[in-house]
């Protein structure tokens, strides 16, 4: 179906009634049966020409070109409501979209939306010293989700994170790790046990300072030398840490299927943003009480400090830093960061000083923001503590998995305990915080990642069974039946599901119509025999069933989760 051609259809049908420049817009109505699309032309413009709504629409619908109608496949245009124009395609145009998605399998429904275009994508940017827990994998999943959109789009990217290497943060957790003695360490046997205690060291020191604020001067004692890189017990230590924290970060998120192609470190875009601070002193930034401050009143925001009395960098500074070496080493045509939403003012004003040192920087850089992620309603708090790391919470998902299902394979078992965590998390909309319930997010029968997984496995099976029962079949994307199934209507909407995830760089588009797919499959498969030989239309009805596992893999896919072969 050709969007563009029916717009033209509508506005030389609306020029005809005297609109001069007409805007044609069309959506999905909500019920399947009100339609394909639906267009309120007729109550925009009904004003303009002084006509009732819905009489202009039955002016519209006579003024529409029954041949140009018949080339785009319309079958149908009726009026609902105050004036609503509704319009239905022909049995043709979904027989297409199957032939289609069998014929391009994964590549179905890419776009070319940024062709050529180089994108940068800025995700998972942990703190060191701070254990990767499920929050971060929030930030894991959104950022990945959109990083595989992005190359769906066409463009060439490439994928970095931004870790945490020096705050006073990790001077607190090294001060509590020199006070227990760097050889404490030692006296753990697994990854997961270090990075629990070099957890632990970061609360109990921020802990510690809040309880003795005569801690604070051998804390930024600390954070001095990190930050300046003097060999010494404290450096020594801080190495020994970041490494461990470094090591794990990697694993963890290559076993949620993340790749980076590289990395900028706080500790250098801090180097880089004070040189860039100090030398617009005067001309963007100001000094104020022996601080640098940018006042973000002149662009509606407030006023924050990127210099602080002692004349190091702080985040805004950090920021402004990443900014130049993201456009110094990469060039992207568009570089979109995943963030907190509780970043959301810092950073407007970040962008806001950005574009009086180059404009380039915040015209080509999208904000991406996620809320907070709840564990069985507790607000998270990694500072607080008791807030399960990431590898804890998977290996916890996977026990689950596999005491529900006994015998099962681990592989399989991991991959369906990440689905149930990351389609969580992909689901939701963007700034919105959520609750993450193991339970219901492990079902195989609700709104879930694991029922997406059995319904594209399960589809997957049927055709293998049909295979060894019923062997080769041709002819199989044509059928008697003037009947289009909601599978067959949901099938088609795939690529545009895709372009709005692209426009707007939000997963949870697809996450919602994934669902919505896979159950119109599921109903339709209660309600149908698929593998019926005395069916004249059996072949169809299997091209319906590979090319529904087909999308669900794709979506899935872009969504960052892996279907397995068999569950």
Known sequence: MNIEQLKTIFETALKSLGVADPKVVFERPGELSHGDYATNVAMAYAKELGKNPKA????????????????????????????????????????????????KKNAYGKSHAFDGKKILVEHSSPNLFKPFHIGHVMNNAIGESIARIAKYSGAEVTVISYPSDVSLGIAKAVWAFLEDGVEKLDTFSSEAEKLMYLGDCYVRGTKALEENPTLEPRMREIAKIIYEKTSGPEYDAYLVGRDINLSYFKNITERIGSHFDGYIFESEAGNEGKEIIEAHIGDVFIKSEGAVIYEGEQDGLHTRVFMNKEGYPTYEAKDIGLLSLKFKKFNPDLSILVTDHEQTSTYEVVLAASRKINSEWAKKTIHKTHGRMSFKGQKMSSRLGGVPIAATLL?????????????????????????????????????????????????????????LQYTAVRARSILQKAKETVGAISDATTTTSDTISDVEKYLARFPEVVEQCITEWAPHYLATYLLVLAQAFNSWYAQVKIIDEENPDMAYHLALTEATAQIIENGLSLLGIDVPEKM
């Open 56 to 103: 202009l629409a039955e002016e519209i619908t006579l003024a529409l070109s029954k041949s140009d109608l018949e080339s785009a496949s319309v079958v149908n245009v009726s009026i609902a409501g105050p004036g609503f124009i509704n319009i239905s395609f022909s049995k043709k145009v979904y027989q297409d979209a199957v032939v289609e998605i069998l014929d």
């Open 395 to 451: 290996d916890a998902l996977h026990e689950e998995v596999e005491i529900k299902s006994p015998g099962m394979d681990a592989t399989l078992a991991d991959k369906i305990a990440i689905a149930a965590l990351k389609f969580t998390i992909v689901r939701v909309m963007a700034g919105k915080n959520m609750n993450f319930d193991p339970d219901t997010s492990l079902s195989f029968e609700g709104d879930s990642g694991p029922y």
